[in-house]
């Protein structure tokens, strides 16, 4: 499964080289397609694919960003201990009592904070701030963690992705290695389309790969693949779960970053009802996407977002259904042999 | 260029009145200063002053755009009121910096006024425990209203004066806009290095408009150069009682050179190896998010323009006392220039393929 | 004027969903243009030619609204907003949806008005259980009609209607020669970040921009300090949080508005951006300017416009169009 290798690799925003030289070796290793896919990079880390189908159809861009939330390392303090700051958006509540990967020796540390005992009655009341975390790697000075860290090195989460309960598996980086691993599969079989897909990287710092891609690719239509937020979790009224797993890829009319096109939205749902493929509404209308910088690209591009809901995403354990994984190819590649004419 | 030579084009440019929109003073003193080192001068329609100067890889070779914005905060006129002016924030003001200060109206003559508030015997103890805003500042031309209503109009732009001042035997130096004077005049020690040193790449010396008010200028300037890489010049916090050991960069110890998403690291990379080359002392600063400098423009524009950030350390930053040490703005300079000399095709191909 | 404001006012058209009110202007224009067309975003775009410069003029056509997140067994309805709309504005007020059905917006029992939140609010469709015409992302606009109040002109959706107005009435009032090439362009997405004009501008690659749209003003009751009043003209932008406007383009609005009498105030808008901040960034940079039409309460169901106002905005931006801009 291509989800895990893809998802246990680090690749905060900014740092994607290992998710990218991944992807690369499963497009160009033994389950390559003939004929072989047009692969290149540009100056800021996206790898952008072409993939020739059977028929040429619009010029469609396909998009998943590879990069993750993580950490930065500022500084060092004098006891040998890191201050961090957050890359992208982290609740620093999640962050306590975890294990990372520091720098590019994969250097492992733990994020420590006081211990209860210590703390007053007062403090034990408040959640814990950044200011007061730290990524602790056993050096005994700063000396010593200067050979194995810098200020600027990148620390991510150490998940390794295990299967749970019936279809379910648990792991890190789903948002968005899902879509990544979405894409890599629609790339290796055969397409009724020809398409573009751009891994886009720095999408949790404002989208900014996706910007460049777009502008670069010239779309005329693009899909936005993503994973997205579900809550179908105790305390949450079934007004406001957002999207369901088992439910099936989750279409969204719009968040913040964009407006679905309207026509595009309405012809992904006929697809899926006319296949009886399985979908639901990400319904929500909070949460930024690369859509956001694709839609508005020159002079405008007719984007929609398909979604794999994920539980607890931006936190080391997120947990998904493999279904719907599946689901959502199913329904991209049923799009694609509908003609996706707009 | 010396010590003495950056203080005097600093004591000029942050004497120049620039404020996000109406950049003309700093700009032509800018030009000014760049002009024996370039080949082409001229100004945008946006505002930005653009200097060229070929190199001797001629027209084919690797271009770089080096970027220092010329804007600096300040205020604009947005109602009289019985004689007195009410003022709207232009950048990143901190009202409570302004009480008492001294300013100048551009109205249809310069004024000179001061920023009051109501005295604080005229307050109760629980207004006085509140931070101004800027609603309950107001600015005092000592005129009568209709002299003021002859003299200024909404929209009229508003400086805060403060002549530069050095310290500590003339190496730190301390007054307003020096965040981004500074970092234009190191791009002009930049300009002046590279009289005696040959470089391969083209280079463009711009001075960016409105980056105060959203890095504005650099949006423009970069699609319409499109550059192959490029360097952003400006100011970061420098260390003080208050300020965190992560957030600040000591005075006197170099140039600041960003990490992070923002930043290429084979550039980053080529620019620290220059410095080691160059025995050039260098701070660093990561930078986890987009930064607050023009790099966040000119990397998404177009198909994207890898590029780097050297900053020099300034504290008080944004207001009337911005201080920093004078040997910063000439090493950043040097750097620049040693990081400009380096740049070959071989670079800049290397760009893609990371 | 008053009828054209009330057809347009009373139209559908939030963020989005914009395509009848850009049907309903397309009929106004249909015989005044060179050009009529809707490009990717649905802008409507509508093309005087002439020689250069080329000036795209700009006004929104969407309107502030919500959309339905979800839709529970009895058939209510939980909403997000879609542009800058306030829960609070919401309770008691009724929406419609695109197919017409009208409903009201209410909250669950809370304590204090504190407590009024997104999450809080529901929508009565009347429908008893989920119905097949009403859907997940179908958007809303208030309901709300045109009222002449003592001669001044209260609805909905002012902002922009009242803008696309007087594009309109200043088109439709263009001679035959004109010195430049004007590019109308009635934009979609602005209410959620200026989204159309941005892209019409990458599009239409002008050499000069102007964005006309509603401005707030500081002439009711205990008003934020803002020097704009109702009444007293068509206001001529300085700044606002997304343009410092070009010096050109403002003192050829200035002396235009000087030299033919027509009354105008200075505006500087605290908190707010027009299609003027993304005009302006456009590819190399496009000097641009905005014309302002003064309207209390901005973004309420009862927006205000003064008809003396509207006339000297047409007649400001008529004369604009036939002033020579400087090459």
Redesign the interface.
């Known amino acids: 499964m291509y989800l895990e290798l893809l998802s246990n690799l680090p690749g905060v ?3 994607e ?1 290992a998710v ?1 030289r991944a992807i690369v070796d499963l497009l160009t290793g033994e389950d390559a397609p003939d004929p072989p896919l047009t692969i ?7 790898l952008l694919v072409h993939k020739q189908g059977r028929h040429r159809g619009p010029r469609i861009m396909l998009a998943a960003h590879m990069d993750e939330v993580g ?5 060092i303090k004098e006891s040998g201990q890191l ?1 961090f ?4 958006g982290i609740d620093p509540r999640v962050l306590v009592s975890k294990v990372v990967k520091v720098g590019e020796q994969l250097i492992p540390g733990v994020i420590g904070s006081k211990a209860i005992h210590l703390q007053k009655r007062e403090e034990r009341k408040k959640p814990y701030t950044l ?1 007061q975390l730290y990524l602790d790697i056993g050096a005994g000075g700063k000396e010593e963690a200067l050979e194995l860290v ?3 090195d990148y620390a991510s989460f150490d998940t390794a992705l295990v299967p749970l309960g019936d279809g379910y598996v648990r792991g890190k980086a789903f948002d968005d290695r899902a879509g990544c691993a979405v894409l890599v599969e629609l790339l290796l079989m055969e397409s009724e389309l020809s398409f573009d897909a751009a891994f886009t ?2 999408e949790e ?2 989208s ?1 790969g996706a ?2 891609a777009a ?2 690719l010239q779309p ?1 239509l693009a899909l936005v693949i993503e994973g997205t937020m579900a809550s179908d979790t105790p305390g949450t009224a ?3 779960t957002i999207t369901r797993l088992g439910h099936g890829p989750a279409l969204s ?2 968040d913040r970053s ?3 096109d ?1 026509r595009l ?1 309405q012809q992904l749902i006929t697809v899926a009802e006319e296949r009886g493929l399985p979908y639901q ?1 990400r ?4 949460g930024g996407t690369d859509a956001g910088a694709v ?2 690209s ?5 984007t929609a977002v398909v979604a794999v809901p994920c539980r607890y995403i931006h936190t080391p354990h997120s947990v998904m259904k493999i279904s719907d994984l599946k689901d959502t190819v199913s329904l991209i590649k049923a799009w694609f042999e509908s003609g996706v004419r707009i | 260029m010396d010590k003495e030579q950056v203080k005097d084009m600093l004591e000029i440019l942050t004497g120049a009145v620039g404020v996000s929109g109406d950049e003309r003073e700093p700009a032509e003193i800018t030009a000014g200063y760049l002009e024996p080192y370039v080949t082409r001068l001229h100004r945008d329609s946006f505002g930005n002053v653009i200097g060229f100067k070929e190199g001797t890889g001629g027209p084919g070779a690797p271009s770089l755009l080096v970027a220092a914005h010329i804007d600096e905060i300040g205020a604009m006129v947005s109602r009289l009121e019985k004689g007195f002016v009410r003022f709207s924030a232009v950048g990143g003001l901190d009202p409570r910096t302004l009480l008492g200060q001294a300013v100048e109206i551009h109205g249809r003559r310069r004024c000179r006024g001061v920023i009051g508030a109501t005295p604080p015997h005229l307050l109760t103890e629980k207004e006085r425990k509140k931070e101004l805003r800027i609603e309950d500042l107001f600015i005092d031309l000592g005129m009568d209203p209709e002299g003021v209503e002859a003299q200024i109009r909404v929209g009229d732009y508003i400086s805060l004066v403060r002549p530069l001042l050095t310290m500590a035997g003339g190496n730190i130096a301390s007054g307003k806009a020096l965040d981004n004077r500074a970092g234009v005049v190191a791009m002009i020690v930049c300009a002046a290095e590279l009289v005696d040193i040959r470089h391969f790449c083209r280079i463009y010396f711009v001075g960016t408009a409105q980056e105060e008010v959203g890095v504005r200028g650099a949006i423009v300037a970069s699609y319409g150069l499109s550059p192959d890489l490029a360097v952003a010049i400006d100011v970061t916090h420098g260390l003080s009682p208050g300020v965190a050991e992560e957030d600040g960069f000591g005075l006197g110890e170099g140039p600041v050179v960003g990490v992070g998403p923002n930043f290429h690291p084979r550039l980053v990379e080529r620019v620290r190896t220059v410095a080691r080359e160059y025995c050039l002392p260098y701070q660093v600063e990561p930078v986890p998010g987009p930064a607050s400098t023009d790099s966040r423009a000119i990397q998404v524009s177009r198909e994207g323009i890898p590029g780097i950030l050297l900053s020099i350390p300034l504290r008080y930053m944004h207001s009337t006392v911005e201080t920093l040490n004078l040997d910063d703005v000439l090493l950043t300079g040097r750097l620049l220039a040693g990081f400009a000399r380096s740049i070959d095709t071989d670079l800049v191909e290397g760009l893609t393929c990371i | 004027m008053e009828n054209l404001l009330k057809l347009l006012t009373e139209a559908f058209g939030p963020s989005g969903e914009e395509s009848e009110v850009a049907a309903l202007i397309e009929q106004k224009i249909r015989g005044a243009v060179d050009h009529l067309y809707t490009d990717k975003l649905g802008n409507l775009v509508a093309v005087r030619q002439g020689p250069s410069p080329r000036i795209v003029i700009s006004a929104h056509m969407d309107e502030i609204g919500v959309i339905i997140t979800h839709i529970d067994d009895q058939g209510f309805a939980r909403l997000a907003p879609v542009g800058g709309v306030l829960p609070h504005q919401l309770v008691g007020q009724r929406v419609r949806l695109k197919q017409g059905r009208v409903g009201v917006v209410y909250h669950e029992k809370i304590k204090n008005l504190k407590e009024l939140d997104w999450p809080r609010l529901y929508l009565d469709l009347g429908a008893e259980k989920q119905v097949e015409e009403i859907r997940i992302g179908d958007l809303a606009v208030l309901e709300q009609p045109f009222v002449n109040a003592g001669g001044r002109f209260l609805a909905k959706a002012m902002d922009n209607r009242a803008g696309c107005a007087v594009l309109i009435e200043a088109l439709r009032r263009l001679p035959r020669e004109i010195p430049q090439e004007l590019c109308f362009v009635f934009s979609v997405q602005e209410e959620v970040g200026l989204r159309g004009a941005r892209t019409a501008a990458y599009h239409l690659k002008p050499d000069f921009g102007l964005a006309v749209d509603v401005t707030r003003v500081g002439d009711t009751p205990k008003a934020p300090l803002m020097a704009v009043a109702l009444g007293k003209g068509a206001a001529i932008k300085v700044k606002d949080s997304s343009v410092i406007t070009h010096p050109i383009v403002r003192q050829l609005m200035i002396d235009t508005a000087e030299q033919h009498n027509i009354p105008y105030q200075l505006e500087i808008l605290e908190r707010g951006g027009t299609d003027a901040g993304v005009i302006h960034l456009s590819r190399e940079g496009v000097p641009t300017g905005a014309l302002s039409i003064p309207c209390r309460y901005v973004h309420t169901p009862s927006e205000m416009v003064d008809p003396a106002d509207l006339k000297a905005a047409v007649e400001l931006l008529k004369k604009l169009c036939t002033s020579n801009w400087p090459v």
Request: aromatic fraction near 10%.
């Open positions: 925003s900014g740092d080289g990218r290149r990079t540009d100056t800021l880390g996206n950490l930065m390392v500022t500084t201050q700051k957050p890359v992208g200011e810098k200020p600027g990287v720095q710092v404002g900014r910007a460049v502008y670069s005329e079934p007004d406001f009319f719009m964009f407006i679905a309207r939205w509404h319904r929500f209308a909070g839609a508005l020159r002079e405008g591009v007719k």
